[in-house]
């Protein structure tokens, strides 16, 4: 069988993006195995996932691919929505009493996701969507809101740390939701972390970030999501 050619676009989850103990700075440490995903299903896979990335930046860029003549491969893997969902938290904190809204709103991300799939379909592109790996709430808020001068204003505005957790939650289920109304795949990469009794050993210091820990679980998520599709013969395109 011919080798296919898979290609990723994603935020810093999927470009194994790791913060640093010691000196507190975020540095590529990706450990996905994507050599061994390779070998065994005889893939080509490239990974244009970007720090920071949402959903309409990822979009972008896919498009910009197409149009370049670069976009020739057989299935993309997106995931999107850790960005999407987050706040300009520091603007919550000046002014806990104003409506806040994320980068991406929810109903905005739903749409540019349906847009995307329709987009890679019409052009023979299998797409392949990803549940996002869940964050530790207490972590998250220490990480991104502890340094700020009103702290307390942004718990104010939350109504309490566990609302992160829920609100990032609900984009993960908007994804299988989607997933489920237009018949596309999905990676359950949520799932693999959860089925972990102890998920702060998977996460670094900022909660949100896989550790080289999470980074094995997303590559075993990967793994089963590709080994089930086969034995289902819902995919072609694995070996």
């Given at each position: 069988m011919e080798q296919r050619n898979v290609e990723i676009f994603g935020d810093s989850i999927l470009k194994g993006v790791q913060l640093d103990d010691e000196n507190k700075r975020y540095h590529v440490d990706n450990n996905i195995d994507v050599t061994m995903l390779e070998n065994k299903f005889l893939l080509n896979i490239n990974n244009f996932s970007k720090f920071g990335c949402t959903i309409s930046k990822a979009f972008a860029a896919i498009e910009k691919r197409f149009k370049n003549g670069e976009l020739q491969c057989d299935a993309i893997v997106l995931n999107l929505g850790g960005n999407d969902c987050d706040f300009d938290w520091k603007a919550v904190s000046e002014r806990p009493d104003?409506?806040?809204?994320?980068?991406?709103?929810?109903?905005?991300?739903?749409?540019?996701?349906?847009?995307?799939?329709?987009?890679?379909k019409d052009k023979g592109i299998r797409p392949i969507l990803t549940t996002l790996p869940p964050l530790d709430a207490q972590r998250f808020f220490n990480w991104f809101c502890g340094?700020?001068?009103?702290?307390?204003?942004v718990l104010k505005w939350l109504g309490g740390v566990e609302a992160i957790y829920r609100w990032h939650e609900n984009y993960s289920r908007t994804v299988e939701k989607i997933a489920e109304e237009t018949g596309t795949l999905l990676v359950d990469l949520r799932g693999a972390f959860l089925k972990h009794r102890k998920l702060e050993h998977l996460l670094c210091a900022d909660g949100t970030h896989p550790n080289t820990a999470g980074q094995r679980v997303i590559t075993q998520g990967f793994l089963e999501f590709i080994e089930m599709a086969k034995a289902k013969g819902k995919i072609e395109i694995f070996a």
């Open positions: 104003d409506e806040h809204q994320p980068n991406t709103p929810l109903d905005v991300f739903s749409d540019t996701y349906k847009k995307i799939i329709e987009y890679l340094g700020l001068p009103e702290k307390a204003n």
